[in-house]
């Protein structure tokens, strides 16, 4: 293949462990997971959700990083050389090619709900105790300027942590703003043991009604696992390619699985308490969630304008440790090509999908009514684009062209597994992932 340029690697082992998991952490954890574990048998789907990650979560992110690493360049490059290397034809760089529409169209939308994030850090702190939650978030979406205003400052600062490099920009990111992310995030479990209904709280999340365990309840905990570990897009691919050899893949996958999932159970557990102590219900997850139920939360606990601010400041460096996974693979695409440099391909990109979240912005006021796929504004089209079709899709092929096609050998130069973890891989990324995955897909359809 021809001479790419070099991207250089993380410094350190932990940088690599807290960019993957940044890339997992996000909105889905935090808002996603708490509301969908409550509502789909407690503790029973907590089971099934660790399973998923086990069994699906792992194989498919070794996989991305067994890619990612041998050939050290962008989702493209490494599908190709995956490809070539194994005797392949090189359209398996079809893969990689997905991943990168796929991260621009995610980062459009996940851009215009962390702005809100950002807006709420200054609204819970100021409260206007005159307005329900519900009217205060109406009058923040309803303004177009508003939202587009921290749409921009968003896609601004992923595409200068981006622009930065990989040691100087996203490593260093990472290495301050995840430890502070899990300093608030216990801060935030503290205060919802000591001024929330902490036991009803945990009863909501983890006491097991088996009753409401049926096929569904299989497929959200399997869409949500691949969707919390950032699958299927080339993100963990991208970050594996400038992960150093003699790091363990297995034990780092395992690592950055078990954070995500540590960081989903303790946001369900900082959130409910304080809800139901201020007598008010879960009805939905999502915005919903955020910014109203826990929005009205604040504005009535105790130090409510202090843990308002943290808890959405929680959520901006939780979003952008993800945003900037979802556009660094277009970068070092375009900047290993020597097409452009890095600096030029993170503002270009950032501005692509900055145009594209326009459509989001104006879902939630001018063209709330607009419909583009079935009954879908413009905001859910791409939402089901990029989460239902497209991470699925990718997440499918991976898995099998790394079970089916490529060579054993190659694959096992990175996993240096024993024979009989290497087989257990195997069989999970052979059948259970395909299988698994492919269903995730056939019913979001
Ligand atoms: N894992 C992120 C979350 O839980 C969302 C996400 C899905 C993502 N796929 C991704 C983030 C790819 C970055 C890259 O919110």
Redesign the pocket.
């Known amino acids: 293949m021809e001479q790419l340029k070099s991207h250089g690697k993380w410094s350190g082992k932990w940088t690599f462990i807290l960019a993957a998991t940044g890339?997992?952490?996000?909105?889905?954890?935090i808002w996603?997971f708490p509301y969908m574990a409550g509502t789909n048998g407690g503790g029973a789907f907590v089971l099934i959700y660790l399973a998923c990650i086990l069994i699906i979560g792992l194989p498919i992110m070794m996989a991305e990083i067994v890619i990612g690493r041998r050939a050290s360049s962008s989702p493209v490059n490494s599908m190709k050389s995956a490809a070539l290397d194994s005797n392949r034809s090189s359209n398996w760089q079809l893969i990689g090619w997905g991943g990168l529409v796929a991260?621009i169209l995610?980062l459009s939308f996940?851009s215009v709900l962390a702005g809100i994030c950002i807006n709420y850090i200054f609204i819970s702190a100021l409260p206007d105790l005159q307005l329900s939650s519900e009217e205060q978030f109406s009058i923040t979406t309803s303004s177009a300027s508003n939202l587009l205003i921290w749409h921009t400052v968003f896609i601004l600062v992923t595409a200068g942590v981006i622009a930065s490099g990989i040691k100087n920009g996203i490593g260093r990111f990472v290495r301050v703003l995840m430890p502070l992310l899990g300093f608030i995030l216990i801060l935030m479990v503290l205060n919802a043991v000591i001024n929330g209904d902490f036991l009803r709280g945990l009863q909501f999340l983890f006491s097991p009604d088996f009753s409401q365990v049926n096929p569904q309840t299989f497929l959200s905990a399997m869409g949500q696992a691949f969707?919390?570990?950032?699958?299927?897009?080339g993100?963990i691919m991208t970050y594996g390619a400038y992960m150093s050899d003699d790091q363990k893949i297995l034990s780092t996958s395992i690592t950055v699985g078990g954070l995500d999932t540590l960081v989903a159970l303790m946001a369900g557990l900082a959130i409910f308490p304080i809800i139901f102590a201020s007598g008010l219900e879960v009805n939905s997850g999502g915005v919903g969630l955020v910014f109203i139920t826990l929005s009205q939360t604040f504005e009535t606990m105790f130090l409510g304008q202090v843990f308002g601010p943290l808890f959405f400041i929680l959520l901006v460096i939780?979003s952008l440790s993800?945003?900037i996974?979802?556009l660094e693979p277009s970068v070092a695409y375009f900047s290993e090509k020597n097409i452009i440099s890095r600096k030029s391909a993170a503002f270009i990109f950032g501005f692509l999908a900055w145009f594209l979240g326009i459509g989001s912005v104006l879902s939630f006021n001018i063209l709330s009514d607009f419909q583009l796929l079935g009954d879908r504004t413009i905001l859910d089209s791409i939402v089901f684009i990029g989460?239902n079709l497209l991470?699925p899709l990718g997440g499918l092929f991976v898995a099998i062209f790394v079970g089916w096609f490529m060579k054993k050998e190659l694959i096992q130069e990175q996993l240096q597994l024993s024979d009989g973890f290497l087989n257990t891989w195997y069989f999970f990324i052979r059948f259970v992932a395909p299988i698994a995955v492919g269903a995730i897909l056939i019913t979001q359809i």
């Open positions: 890339s997992a952490v996000g909105l889905g954890n996603g991260g995610i996940y969707f919390s570990l950032s699958l299927g897009m993100a939780a993800s945003s996974s979802l989460n991470l």
